[in-house]
């Protein structure tokens, strides 16, 4: 009888032994089981949104590639290109896509150049962006011995010796080539927030012409510091209405002395581009020089970035719509073979 019952009793805890490791089993097929499920959705997260990215840079380099094609293909006009019935204005205003990009040109001839700008303007526009007169002196300082070709330190400058002792890559000693090396300098580097914005009213071209029909306000109350804002009002609204078409007019209608020689008011070869669509964190800039008789094609790309994306106060719902009709429908990914094939 005791036989019996120790046999029960072992068979019993043999039988617990035996649930308890099915239940362990279980416990860790669903702990994998879940684990993969959220590895899975968060596959699927990143795809959707690689694709989302993706359609979205497909977008602006078709907004890109539209702006260049137009650029090289319409007349020229005092403010950008195209003619009476459709235009792309050249002054930095935001032109909205049929399909949700987002393109902005600013004509580089509207920008103040960093090599060869007036020294005077140049302090006037940084005065105006609050940096004290005095303090705007050393700032031009610091570019202009950075861009001579001597070892002699102005006043407020700063030659081969300054930049090491701050680790930072010697002076050029020659012209920028782009606007990043503002970066590098002295006191330029210092106010970050300062440079970005600036940069978006300088270049680097080596030309001292200058488009009153494209520059930003900024830069135009730097240039005519003794207007008025009531004139600079007046100009900016010509403008807007596509009014400017020579110096001579837009000096009878202002008043202001804009039929000088070094005043083009015409476009010139070069600009800048931006483009945004929903889906990129940032938007993409383009410097990007016309060259009609080019051997590589009709234009060339002299520097891209990514800038910070176009804020919701410079994307009214009320923009401009690009003038090429051609680019209204959206783009599409091109379908593969293997998934044209599939059920």
Request: glycine content about 6%; cysteine-free; aromatic content about 8%.
């Amino acid at each position: 009888m005791s036989r019996r019952r120790a046999a029960r009793g072992a068979a019993a805890r043999q039988q617990g032994y035996v649930l308890l490791m099915v239940v362990a089993a279980l416990a860790v097929v669903a702990f994998v089981a879940m684990r993969f499920s959220l590895r899975i959705d968060e596959l699927r997260r990143g795809a959707v949104g690689f694709d989302e990215y993706a359609s979205a840079r497909t977008k602006a380099l078709s907004a890109q590639a539209a702006t260049l094609y137009w650029m090289a293909t319409r007349p020229m006009m005092a403010d950008g290109r195209g003619d009476e019935s459709a235009a792309l204005r050249m002054d930095g205003r935001n032109y909205s896509l049929g399909y949700g990009a987002w393109v902005s040109v600013q004509d580089m001839r509207g920008l103040l150049s960093v090599n060869s700008a007036d020294r005077a303007v140049l302090g006037n526009l940084l005065i105006l962006d609050g940096v004290e007169p005095l303090q705007s002196q050393a700032w031009i300082d610091v570019l202009d011995d950075y861009l001579d070709t001597d070892d002699l330190r102005r006043l407020n400058g700063a030659e081969r010796e300054d930049y090491r002792r701050q680790s930072l890559p010697a002076p050029r000693n020659d012209w920028l080539m782009t606007l990043r090396e503002l970066e590098h300098l002295p006191l330029w580097r210092d106010d970050p927030e300062r440079l970005a914005r600036m940069s978006r009213w300088l270049s680097v071209s080596p030309s001292n012409q200058f488009n009153p029909a494209t520059a930003p306000a900024e830069v135009l109350k730097a240039v005519m510091v003794g207007a008025s804002p009531a004139q600079i009002d007046l100009l900016l609204a010509l403008r807007k209405g596509g009014l400017l078409t020579s110096g001579a007019a837009a000096a009878h209608a202002t008043g202001l002395a804009l039929d000088r020689e070094d005043y083009w008011f015409a476009p010139g070869w070069d600009s800048r581009i931006t483009v945004w669509a929903p889906g990129l964190p940032r938007a993409l800039e383009y410097n990007a020089r016309l060259t009609p008789a080019g051997r590589t094609g009709p234009w060339t790309i002299l520097e891209q970035h990514s800038t910070p994306r176009l804020s919701p106060s410079n994307e009214p719902t009320a923009a401009p719509t690009f003038p090429l009709p051609l680019v209204a429908s959206e783009p599409s990914f091109p379908t593969s073979a293997a998934a044209s094939r599939s059920p």
